[in-house]
């Protein structure tokens, strides 16, 4: 399991790594403001698609050849960044981005879950998520320190730490047991399944309400910071320093997995429910940032946002674990990961569209507004799942409970 934890988070590390290059991309190659956001745009666009099929397929072609290849395409985009020398380069080192990353996430939990007793898969997935969660505020922080301080080809030195951490991934993966021996026996019955959402239709409203719309809104809000940070510290906060943003990002997406160890508020709905208020109030916290142009009041907005950040994808996630029968759950977490991605989409086009009415504040104001009125929502749903969630727990209890006492009368007997 270490091991694959592992590959998750290189992996992790790696999809969010160029955000603080955007800059300089922009710069080098004379980007309009329609061709960054494009730039943002296609990573996800790719691997929207890319996470349907290889998620519903997957067991059918063999887990780990199918992480294999991800690793290897997530390799070849950083080559490709290196080597790039015009600007449709960069297009396609984020599109294959977009398909190295689409296919892994859509992989990793199955095979994650297969290298895990059914004890232990409650664990494993939350485990899972914090390893995402911190890849993805690692990556940011590592480019840019490099960037600020290392003064040796800034679009260069980078990839080649990123290279490095991708071929740690795979030899990590390499040396996990090969489960193409079960995907040979799948193989007859995946192929033929449909590409879906896999939703049972007894799950279906409490899961797409109160796991995949908070994942959905916690990726639109933190793809705000991803995408907009580093233009948004250099042209509102009026800061030269590119290590600002990475580390932004670092506290956001870090720091949330950190929040995630804190015992407070321990019960699942209270925990989700104080998550994504959180969640809001740290977001309008960063936009007034940019009122009264001061980064102090960024970082405390950013952290504010980083514990809801935290506590919002750590229950959303386990919900999407604990609802599913565990056949269906491989499958459920695959639709999970893409109502977030969905959401990451959000922001990227969303402000792109609006900035040609408005400035890159205003259109962050409206981004906010329309997140914030999805929070009440719900919130105001959280009650109606309490209802469904102590019931469903209890009957769980009470099964469990004759189930005990059959197994006892069975030994007297």
């Known amino acids: 399991m270490k091991k694959m934890l592992w590959v998750i988070f290189m992996m992790s590390t790696g999809t969010s790594f160029t955000s603080p290059l955007f800059p300089l991309f922009q710069e080098q190659y004379r980007l309009s403001s329609l061709q960054i956001t494009i730039l943002f745009a296609v990573y996800a666009v790719f691997l929207l698609p890319s996470l349907l099929i290889v998620g519903s397929r997957g067991s059918g072609w063999g887990l780990k050849r199918v992480l294999r290849i991800s690793i290897l395409l997530s390799i070849l985009a950083t080559l490709l960044f290196m080597a790039s020398q015009q600007a449709w380069l960069v297009y396609g080192a984020r599109i294959l981005e977009g398909i190295a990353y689409g296919s892994f996430t859509g992989t990793a939990v199955g095979f994650l879950l297969k290298q895990t007793s059914e004890e232990k898969a409650g664990k494993t997935i939350l485990l899972s998520g914090m390893a995402v969660s911190f890849g993805f505020g690692l990556g940011p922080a590592l480019a840019g320190l490099i960037i600020q301080y290392l003064h040796l080809m800034p679009l260069r030195a980078p990839f080649w730490l990123l290279t490095i951490l991708l071929l740690s991934a795979w030899v990590g993966l390499e040396k996990l047991q090969d489960e193409d021996f079960q995907a040979r026996k799948e193989r007859r019955r ?25 994942v959905f809104t916690l990726f639109t809000l933190n793809g705000t910071v991803l995408s907009l940070i580093p233009s948004f510290v250099k042209n509102v906060i009026h800061t030269s320093n590119l290590a600002v943003s990475g580390l932004l990002i670092l506290l956001l997406m870090g720091g949330g997995t950190m929040m995630q160890m804190l015992p407070w508020f321990k019960q699942p709905v209270v925990r989700l429910r104080c998550g994504i208020a959180l969640l809001a109030c740290g977001a309008w916290l960063v936009v007034l940032s940019g009122t009264s142009e001061s980064i102090s009041l960024m970082w405390i907005g950013v952290l504010v946002q980083a514990l809801g950040s935290g506590w919002t994808f750590q229950i959303s996630l386990r919900l999407a674990g604990e609802l599913p029968n565990a056949s269906e759950r491989p499958k459920v977490i695959t639709t999970f990961y893409f109502a977030g991605y969905i959401g990451f989409i959000v ?67």
């Open 190 to 214: 995946a192929a033929s399944a449909s590409i879906s959402l896999g939703v049972s239709t007894d799950i279906k409203p409490h899961f797409w309400s109160f796991s995949a719309l908070p």
């Open 347 to 413: 922001p990227i086009v969303g402000v792109g569209l609006l900035s040609y009415l408005f400035d890159l504040y205003v259109s962050l104001i409206v981004l906010n507004v329309l997140a914030s009125l999805v929070v009440l929502y719900m919130l105001c749903y959280s009650v109606r799942f309490a209802r469904y969630y102590a019931a469903r727990n209890g009957t769980q209890a009470q099964a469990e409970s004759l189930s005990s006492k059959a197994g006892s009368q069975a030994l007297q007997s």
